[in-house]
């Protein structure tokens, strides 16, 4: 008989994961961590430590909608010269 695998949904993301899911750099994680403006890491093991996946959630959820504008850049396509050569 094989093993049935049972799918597991991650609890804790190590600070690679993190700064992948949130994009930003891993240095902006930890600077933001030590500001208390990003959830705190918790120890895993003796070395180990991970952030709950449900807390960056969460942190990812309560940021503000972003009032930039687009990029000049995008949007309408180009127009077209008319002239010919």
């Known amino acids: 008989m094989s093993a049935k695998k049972i799918p597991i949904t ?3 993301m190590d600070l690679p994961t993190v700064a992948q899911a949130v994009a930003l750099s ?3 994680i930890e ?3 030590r ?3 990003f959830p ?3 120890q895993l093991s003796g070395q180990r430590v991970g952030w709950l996946v449900r807390e960056v959630q969460e942190w990812a959820e309560s940021r503000p ?3 930039l ?3 000049p850049n995008t949007g309408a396509p180009k127009p077209r010269s ?3 050569a």
């Open 10 to 12: 991650p609890i804790f």
């Open 35 to 37: 500001e208390g403006q």
């Open 40 to 42: 705190k890491r918790r």
């Open 69 to 71: 504008p687009p990029p």
């Open 31 to 33: 600077r933001l961590e």
């Open 65 to 67: 909608v972003s009032n």
């Open 26 to 28: 891993t240095s902006t």
């Open 82 to 84: 008319s002239a010919s």
